[in-house]
T-cell receptor, first 110, second 114 residues
Framework: SQQGEEDPQALSIQEGENATMNCSYKTSINNLQWYRQNSGRGLVHLIL?????REKHSGRLRVTLDTSKKSSSLLITASRAADTASYFCATVTNAGKSTFGDGTTLTVKP | DAGVTQSPTHLIKTRGQQVTLRCSPK?????VSWYQQALGQGPQFIFQ???????QRGNFPDRFSGHQFPNYSSELNVNALLLGDSALYLC?????????????FGDGTRLSIL
């Protein structure tokens, strides 16, 4: 079974709105990473947040991590049509093993 | 500066055959990981190579094997292909095996088994 599970499975919003997707996991982690995947392409790294960090920002992206609840969220502000993609969280153990969830499919309508 | 490159981009095989997929990591990266991604699912970890050794392995049978060369490039071999092996195979490279660095992915090899 997957370590990380994203929620919701699919999200459809209008351009300019904010998009929030969540990731829950089960065991202790070293860090958690978010990736984006456009259809038929490889994954692109967005943000890495370490287990001792609570929040990180990168441009229009904001990631939070709550290790007590074993959950993380990715917020995309002022979404654009180009943000349409699948978003995956990956949990990384202290041994360096990455486990991906099944992703959230985001559709941003112009 | 070239990123991760994979070849071939598409491949069609029949059940029982063997296949070899190739990956060149991003310049400066010494760690290569392979993933299998079925349609509509997230990538599943196959194995990781560092210093020409398999360092970690996911829950895949021995039919899946790999190799890393001195120039850090890598191959994934799959024997006795099954219909269920049809998937996108992704290669990712990173600066470290520890997982503390982001992974850079290639665009994958789409493998179809008939």
């Amino acid at each position: 079974s997957q370590q990380g599970e994203e929620d919701p499975q699919a999200l459809s919003i209008q351009e300019g709105e904010n998009a929030t997707m969540n990731c829950s996991y089960k065991t202790s982690i070293n860090n958690l990473q978010w990736y984006r995947q456009n259809s038929g392409r490889g994954l692109v790294h967005l943000i890495l947040i370490r287990s001792n960090e609570r929040e990180k920002h990168s441009g229009r992206l904001r990631v939070t991590l709550d290790t007590s609840k074993k959950s993380s969220s990715l917020l995309i502000t002022a979404s654009r049509a180009a943000d349409t993609a699948s978003y995956f969280c990956a949990t990384v153990t202290n041994a360096g093993k990455s486990t991906f969830g099944d992703g959230t499919t985001l559709t941003v309508k112009p | 500066d070239a990123g991760v490159t994979q070849s071939p981009t598409h491949l069609i095989k029949t059940r029982g055959q063997q296949v070899t997929l190739r990956c060149s990591p991003k310049s400066g990266h010494d760690t290569v990981s392979w993933y299998q991604q079925a349609l509509g699912q997230g990538p599943q970890f196959i194995f990781q190579y560092y210093e020409e050794e398999e360092r970690q392995r996911g829950n895949f049978p021995d039919r899946f094997s790999g190799h890393q060369f001195p120039n850090y490039s890598s191959e994934l071999n799959v024997n006795a292909l099954l219909l269920g092996d049809s998937a996108l195979y992704l290669c990712a490279s990173s600066l470290s095996w520890t997982g503390n660095q982001p992974q850079h992915f290639g665009d994958g090899t789409r493998l179809s088994i008939l």
